[in-house]
């Protein structure tokens, strides 16, 4: 059977009145009653005596006396400002009463507390090399470098760069690096020298790299060896553009080094400037550059250690993340601004002990994968976020003694802007996961379209205000206008003192609850988040339509469910309309060199025309589920390896066994890198062998993967290598 058609009812009761008095023709008396409700919740207005009376009638299982109490509340408030003027327009009705506005909007603002305002991120590195000069502060590998030895490394680096040419406050460099100690080192020379760093993905399309250089206008590119020749080709592409390509790796370049002072340049730079500018999905085709300075990045570290770490605590983690992610900036800025340390890893591991580590940080793709490989968890801590975490990964995350921080923020707010620890000690597991509270310095609002303030429990927009966001896009004082509005909610203390000026409109629907947490409900906009990616699917439909001879395109997020019913993944589907279906295989690969590997969907489908609703609009639930295997390209297996490799496959991407076929592309199957180190352990597992994720990636059918297998078969499985590099193109988050 289906669902209810509607959840709530409203019952307004007018029945007219008589003046003829029936009462010695007709005598009733009530004796008792039974009513029984389909729905959840009804609120139910009569007329009696001159007056309106209202009611509501409630399922006690799903609602309590505190949420009905609240409901009520709000309804008289709204009557009587009704009342008091019949002609006052809908839009400028108040939800809240002036209790609850004072609760609401400033009562749970109240995030105020001291941080380093004035001081850089460089400035804070520095006083820990002051500090603990002799202790390690990154581990790769084999190498380790003191804290001393780091500095010393990016001071000369920086003062080379100053050499080189004049450098102003906000100058923007490049970073495209591997991930090894040159990424930190390359940051705080950036940081040193007076600049901010854009960080690159050297396995970003052509194009794209471009186009950043381009919109950022560098001077400077800091890179490894290995791709210096592509950025100066690039480079040399760029109207106008003089950029420097330095190879901070190169031989030479380090004999030169060497001859530069260990001394830190003398630059007081304040606050305000700009520490780095993250490339995030747009939605005009290209992406754009979110500023963020250097004391917004300063208050994040600062909360954080505040809230989860105890004052004088050397952090420690193993760091994961691409540096091209926001969140990174979580992983290098608590262990170097604690006199802590930053192990430089990777996703591909199958056992890491946690008892190394203060915290580590995941997405809950990557934490639903690799949880079970964690080791000596005893209150570690696992910090969360970039995606929505499930009740139900979470409940698995605490059975394993593990203490979890749910975080939330957008880039544009720096990081994080609201969290909630959940300890595995708690004798009830929760049922649903809250976001939390806002952290320190950061406002939080939930208003409607009007920019009104909503009531506990009501769906709304969520606008972040606070010391955390960031300047704005770079080169586009458009859109930095329509998303960091001006605060109608600052208060007089506010305004003397030019705090909490703006408001980013999140695009994040939530609500709030009773204690003060939030609850997130979902987007108002078409923005997805996928393995932590964060993607405007507009972005992935205009490259789609530039691809020649496609009329129309739309691209849409869909999730592969397991036998359970249970999320694996979400991937991305693109619908194309065009005269004749195009070769997909060609349009994919143009895709990949417009897109990162991530806004690549995963499968395409032809359209003779979009659906369209009764009223001309597009119809998103009439699209087709796309169809991942086919019968006309399926080869079924030919013996029991690859029976059992074709019944790995159809588990890990939640799809049919019996329609995967022995060539069938593991990634047009909707397969991705998360996937895939997921493929590679159960193969590993099943057969003893030790396949690597880049086999997965650079032989792609099973037909070819049996014959790694089994030349490996009898082999124990590789075991985690601390701190080895993870191959190019599979070390997303």
Request: glycine residues 6%; negative net charge; proline residues 4%.
């Amino acid at each position: 059977m289906g669902g209810r058609l509607f959840d709530s009812l409203f019952i307004y009761e007018n029945y007219p009145s008589t003046s003829e008095n029936y009462q010695n023709k007709l005598n009733i008396n009530f004796k008792e009653g039974i009513e029984k409700l389909d729905y959840p919740l009804a609120a139910i207005a009569y007329e009696a005596n001159n007056k309106l009376n209202f009611k509501i009638k409630f399922a006690g299982e799903l609602f309590n006396n505190e949420t009905i109490d609240q409901i009520l509340s709000i309804i008289e408030n709204l009557l009587e400002q009704i009342a008091s003027d019949p002609y006052k327009k809908v839009k400028d009705l108040n939800y809240l009463s002036l209790l609850q506005q004072e609760q609401i909007i400033y009562g749970w603002n109240e995030t105020d507390k001291e941080y380093s305002s004035d001081k850089t991120i460089h400035e804070l590195f520095e006083e820990q090399v002051e500090r603990v000069p002799d202790n390690i502060a990154v581990m790769y590998g084999d190498i380790e470098l003191t804290y001393r030895e780091l500095n010393e490394r990016a001071n000369q680096l920086a003062n080379y760069l100053r050499e080189a040419g004049e450098i102003a406050p906000d100058t923007l460099i490049g970073l495209c690096l591997d991930r090894n100690e040159y990424m930190l080192i390359a940051i705080l020379t950036v940081l040193k020298s007076g600049g901010a760093y854009v960080p690159m993905d050297a396995s970003y399309p052509d194009e794209r790299i471009k186009y950043i250089l381009e919109d950022a206008g560098t001077k400077v590119v800091l890179t490894n060896k290995l791709y210096q020749q592509k950025l100066e080709d690039l480079s040399a592409n760029i109207a106008g553009a003089k950029i420097c390509v330095l190879a901070i790796d190169d031989v030479n370049v380090q004999k030169q080094l060497i001859a530069q002072s260990i001394v830190s340049p003398s630059i007081k730079a304040p606050s305000t400037n700009l520490a780095y500018v993250i490339y995030t999905s747009g939605t005009t085709g290209n992406p754009k550059g979110v500023m963020i300075e250097h004391r917004a990045y300063v208050a994040t570290i600062d909360c954080v250690k505040d809230l989860y770490f105890s004052k004088e605590q050397k952090i420690r983690t193993y760091s994961t993340t691409n540096y091209v992610f926001d969140i990174f900036g979580l992983e290098y800025g608590l262990p170097l601004l604690s006199g802590g340390i930053i192990s430089i890893g990777s996703n591909e591991f199958s056992s890491l002990d946690c008892a190394e580590f203060d915290f580590v940080q995941m997405t809950p793709s990557l934490c639903d994968l690799k949880l079970d490989y964690l080791t000596n968890t005893t209150d570690s801590r696992l910090i969360i976020g970039g995606e929505s975490l499930s009740s139900s990964l979470l409940n698995r995350i605490l059975n394993k003694s593990i203490n979890v921080i749910n975080a939330y923020g957008p880039t544009e707010t720096t990081i994080w802007s609201t969290s909630k620890l959940y300890s595995h000690k708690e004798s009830a597991h929760p049922l649903f996961v809250s976001l939390g509270k806002p952290f320190n310095n950061e406002k939080l609002y939930v208003l409607d379209s009007q920019l009104t303030p909503l009531p506990i429990g009501a769906i709304g927009e969520l606008y972040i205000g606070g010391v955390g966001l960031a300047r704005g896009y770079l080169n586009r004082p458009d859109l930095t206008a329509e998303k960091f509005i001006t605060n109608p909610f600052q208060t007089t203390e506010e305004k003397s003192q030019n705090e909490n000026v703006r408001l980013y409109k999140t695009g994040d629907l939530v609500r709030w609850l009773s204690d003060g947490d939030l609850e997130y409900i979902g987007r108002n906009d078409f923005q997805v988040k996928i393995r932590g990616y964060r993607i405007e699917l507009e972005e992935v439909e205009a490259a789609l339509l530039s691809y020649d001879g496609i009329k129309q395109s739309i691209v849409i997020a869909k999730e592969h469910n397991n036998t359970e019913g249970s999320v694996i993944n979400k991937y991305l589907v693109g619908y194309y309309v065009s005269k004749d279906k195009l070769d997909e295989d060609n349009i994919l690969n143009y895709l990949h060199s417009e897109l990162p590997d991530y806004m690549v969907p995963s499968i395409l489908v032809h359209l003779e025309e979009l659906p369209l609703t009764v009223n001309g609009k597009l119809d998103r639930k009439a699209l087709p589920d796309p169809e991942f295997t086919s019968e006309d390209s399926y080869i079924a297996p030919r013996n029991e390896n690859e029976k059992m490799a074709c019944k790995i496959w159809a588990e890990t991407l939640g799809l049919d066994k019996e329609k995967v076929g022995i060539k069938d592309d593991f990634f047009r199957l909707g397969g991705d890198s998360i996937l895939a180190i997921r493929l590679v352990n159960k193969l590993n597992k099943e057969f003893s062998s030790k396949i690597k994720v880049r086999d997965v990636f650079e032989l792609k059918t099973i037909f070819k993967l049996v014959k790694v297998t089994k030349s490996n078969i009898g082999h124990e499985p590789e075991l985690y290598v601390p701190f080895s590099l993870i191959e190019k193109g599979v070390q997303e988050a």
